[in-house]
């Protein structure tokens, strides 16, 4: 029996890490999962470079003798890589080596441990860590767990927690106790835990998920697999490929939920599992694209071809008014829709809609007529535009603009309200309430303050004195360079007014 064992365990070496089990079917280990741990090391270790690079700490790989450039961003490329290394090497930086705390370090939790084996090699292998959280909600396992963290001298690094992972995550979803890396490795689905891993991970953090219900999410029951993850499954020969986007498009969707978006990094199926690496952001721009990325799949089971149907298409200045030509009015709108036949009536929603059961083709016919009353610049119009491609067709009704008398209905003539109106002004939602309590009174002066900014712009430097300075009141630790110069006021009392506002 080697020194420091109990009786009965024995010790399952993985990577520079060495895992004590008292048998081994009290713990669950799965040793064809060691190339998913091999490349969850590597890149949290890439990901620890390029995170830490912006906290002023250089990591030192183990063995590494020439760079390797990985980029973990869309943005960044080799060139933009060497030029920060290079600028990187002129200033000094705090080094993060292997086994070391690193006080500016990264943050992990494991949610699923099981033995704590993979957070062990996390600890042994992937420099530039603050703390490791192995958390199971197995009391034998989170036992274990500190065990093999004491059996590998990481007790320092690694921490054992006995918890429910997704109580845990929610409860660390603060903007200040979120995780730098999330890994959920469970036993089956994931679909459970993502909710919190979205909200717990921090802003561009890295989420690490595996799936081991490939049987589900390649085709073999699509109705469960719509249940976990909002999608249906295809059996087909590209089955691996589509869940990996089934997973990519589950986190997405729990994402926009709370105003934030994934960018992928990584992603890898094979036939028994699937692992996904992806970062964690928010903005509520990305969020509103994201629907441009999801589509409807039509699959063949005949020959396995599939046709893709988008559900959005992302449109950078766009324009609305679609055939370009001016709007007919109202009362002459309607009596088209009545000389054709078709029941219209206003809407109590907006003052220039109206509510027909004339089908679309209907309408379209009848702006066809008005357009040839009031043409637009047909040569100004691209081939592939809607515009083009509506007025290309020829009308099969003639529409008729005299306006008729049941056009204007009894109420509109004799004026009545069809709109509420507010009982005072400023009616509706006020301010979000402070946490200590009660809503600011001044709420119409801050509203006037912020009006009509574009058409009172400063023209003279000397009236920005009305203004505090930004950089002086965040306090002493940052005050303005320019002192006396500064063009804006470094009134204490103004600063004061501001911060109360």
Not at 239 to 248: G, P, S
Request: net charge positive; glycine share 6%; with cysteine.
């Amino acid at each position: 029996m080697e020194a420091g064992l109990l009786p009965g365990e024995t010790v399952v070496k993985e990577g520079k890490a060495a895992i004590c089990f008292p048998s081994a079917n009290e713990v669950f280990y799965n040793p064809v999962q060691e190339f998913n741990r091999d490349l969850t090391c590597a890149v949290i270790t890439e990901f620890a470079r390029d995170l830490l690079a912006q906290r002023g700490v250089k990591i030192v790989v183990p063995g590494e003798k020439e760079r390797v450039v990985v980029s973990l961003s869309d943005e960044t490329n080799e060139a933009d890589a060497q030029t920060e290394e290079k600028n990187g090497a002129e200033e000094p930086a705090v080094t993060a080596t292997v086994g070391e705390k690193c006080e500016n370090g990264l943050r992990v939790l494991e949610g699923l441990a099981a033995s704590g084996l993979r957070s062990v090699r996390f600890a042994l292998e992937v420099p530039g860590l603050q703390s490791v959280t192995a958390n199971d909600f197995s009391t034998k396992a989170a036992t274990l767990i500190a065990r093999n963290a004491q059996y590998n001298g990481v007790s320092h690094l690694l921490q054992a927690s006995c918890r429910d992972a997704s109580m845990l995550m929610y409860e660390m979803r603060g903007k200040k106790e979120r995780y730098d890396v999330i890994d959920l490795d469970p036993y089956g689905s994931p679909a459970s835990f993502l909710d919190a891993a979205v909200q717990a991970v921090s802003e561009g953090g890295l989420l690490c998920v595996t799936c081991t219900d490939m049987a589900v999410m390649a085709g073999n029951s699509g109705e469960t697999c719509y249940s976990k993850y909002g999608s249906v499954s295809i059996k087909s020969r590209y089955c691996h490929e589509m869940a990996l986007r089934i997973i990519l498009h589950s986190l997405d969707q729990r994402a926009g939920v709370y105003q934030r978006y994934i960018q992928p990094l990584l992603s890898v199926s094979v036939d028994f599992y699937i692992r996904v690496f992806v970062r964690v952001f928010t903005g509520q721009v990305k969020v509103k694209n994201s629907v441009s990325k999801q589509a409807l799949v039509y699959n063949c089971v005949g020959c396995g071809s599939f046709h893709l149907q988008r559900m959005g298409r992302r449109t950078i200045n766009g324009k609305h008014s679609t055939i370009h030509c001016n709007t007919p009015p109202l009362l002459q709108f309607r009596s088209a829709l009545l000389h054709a036949g078709h029941r219209v009536s206003l809407s109590h929603a907006c003052k220039n809609a109206v509510k027909t059961d004339a089908p679309p083709a209907a309408l379209w016919d009848i702006m066809r007529c008005w357009e040839k009353a009031n043409p637009v610049k047909r040569e100004k119009l691209s081939e592939t535009s809607p515009a083009f491609k509506i007025l290309s067709t020829e009308p099969s009704l003639e529409a008729c603009f005299t306006v008729r008398e049941d056009a204007n209905p009894q109420s509109r003539k004799r004026h009545l309200t069809r709109f509420q109106e507010n009982p005072q002004a400023f009616w509706g939602p006020k301010a979000r309430a402070r946490s200590c309590g009660g809503i600011s009174s001044d709420l119409q002066d801050k509203r006037k303050k912020c009006q009509n900014k574009r058409k009172n712009q400063i023209t003279d430097s000397s009236q920005l004195k009305d203004f505090p300075c930004k950089k002086f009141r965040q306090g002493p630790c940052e005050l303005c360079n320019h002192g006396d110069k500064c063009c804006y006021s470094h009134d204490p009392e103004r600063t004061k007014e501001e911060k109360m506002e």
